[in-house]
């Protein structure tokens, strides 16, 4: 498989402080490597000159931009409705809760158009992702 045929797009909604958004993406780029395919892995150890082992990172793009909240709440919706794109979301109620308990039963209690994001992570095939998120702009801290 090429390094261009599938990509990771982290959005951030723009209202986000610059400590909140590291966090955000944090917690999503663990959430896509857990339930990505085996695929987005390069190598899984990478030895330097002095034998030293470093843990390999994704073999494709990441690329981290950001949106108006209620634009990144619509990307999510139409990236969920394709089958081949695997979105990780994060609700708000995910900085508002201690334990992962209290996170389930907040998220629960609401319907999806209730939620408000903060940010997600969208993988799959470039072509896709970028028909999504190819117009948005670059994460920046300002």
């Known amino acids: 498989m090429n390094y ?7 959005i951030i909604a723009s209202n986000v402080e610059p400590a909140v958004a590291l966090n955000v993406i944090g917690h999503l780029a663990i959430s896509i490597g857990k339930y990505s395919d085996t695929e987005i892995m390069g190598q899984p150890t990478i030895v330097d000159q002095s034998g030293v082992d470093h843990l390999g990172i994704s073999k494709f793009p990441f ?25 990780a979301d994060y609700p708000k109620d995910m900085l508002d809760t201690r334990t992962d308990d209290e996170l389930v039963q907040a998220i629960n209690s609401k ?6 994001y903060l940010g997600a992570v969208i993988y799959g095939n470039t072509k896709d992702v970028d028909e999504i998120t190819g117009k948005f702009q670059l994460w920046r801290m300002d």
């Open 4 to 10: 261009e045929d599938k990509k990771v797009v982290g």
């Open 63 to 87: 690329i981290i931009t950001k949106v108006k909240p209620g634009k990144l709440k619509n990307t999510i919706d139409i990236a969920k409705s394709n089958p081949d794109l695997l979105v």
């Open 111 to 116: 319907a999806n158009d209730k939620l408000e």
